[in-house]
């Protein structure tokens, strides 16, 4: 009897128990350290969920969103669809979408396009040009965006005219303190040709891009790519324009009454948020073109000249295609900067997501968390497509290893 407990006292300490085992197991001690964290997760979250519905259930209010279809009852100053104050909260919420894609895409290609030149000009050997690009980096960088914002459309509230002395340009633009009138198109039967035209210009022109690049890598024989792409994609749609008819009028603003009518009317609030939004973003853009460029090898530089090439061309066809891979990523980062510093137009009275759902929907039907958990999500899906987007192009241009 004594011999047997000997033997399973030394197997026992011989060979742990199968719990002991698994821990001691790197893998398996990763996979265990997940699931806990998750369960602890989830369960905090259900803690979290439980105790909000307790709390509404003692203030008499319930978790739905059915508010959506009830009435919206209030105006909204812009909308790029059809909306009345008798449309949904729904509608409404669709409205504010539009509008905050709209100020985000414009304050993104604006910004881009004056980060770049910025950057570029950030490097010149202009000490003038250099200098002035400095001040308004670091001035503009350094104050908080809401500043800009206000300051911006105080100067179009405040020095612009009113609209019976608005600023007019050729009689077809006319800027006032309530906004920016542009002339509309209408477009006639027959449009869809240049449309139509249009899209196949822009198809020959990419396939004649990669077959110029081919061409160039296989015998070095250059072809003028821009001014060949460029003359399609203008010279056939409007080849096909003139033809069909010139179907296309324009609808041109006029003073009525009291104020500017018919064209296309710029709010002085999305003006204001659009400029400023993309000024401040070009500041910090510029800096990340700025050191992009100077990430690159001098030698790229030399070696680019000891071929001939002029300075412009060496930096659009050696530079920057190589100090993209260095801006991209931190590129992202200030578009989605932008995208969400969006939300501060409600401080100007712009009608955002924000100033909608989050704002007078939310005033008018007590669903505070309904209407937050909608704007949490909305903001989420914009970054996530920023993100992939991003990501995608970031792929797309990243150097290939053989």
Known sequence: MTTTVDQGSATAQGEPNVLLKLWRNKETRSVIIQIVTMALLFAFF???INNAVLNLQALGKTFSFDFLQEPASYDINQTLIEYTS???HARAMLVGILNTA?????????????????GVIRLSNNWLASRIVYVFIEFTRNVPVLLHILLIHGIMVHFLPLPKQAISVGDALFLSNRGVYAPRPEFLDGF????????IAVIAAVIFRRWARKVQEETGKIYPVFLICTGVIIGLPLIVFLISGSPLVWELPKMGRFNLQGGVMMLPEFLALWLALSFYTSAFIAEIVRSGIMAINKGQWEAAGALGIRRNRVLQLVIIPQALRVIIPPL???YLNLTKNS?????IGYMDIVATIGGITLMQTGKEMETMIIVLLIYLSFSLVISAFMNWYNKRIALVER
Not at 102 to 118: D, E, M, R, S, W
Not at 343 to 347: K, M, P
């Open 332 to 334: 992202a980062s200030q």
């Open 192 to 199: 869809g040709f240049t449309v139509a035209a249009f899209g």
């Open 86 to 88: 008798r449309s949904t």
């Open 343 to 347: 939300s501060l137009a409600i401080a």
């Open 46 to 48: 259900a803690y979290i």
């Open 102 to 118: 709209l100020v985000a895409f414009c304050g993104v290609i604006l910004a881009t396009v004056l980060g770049f030149v910025l």
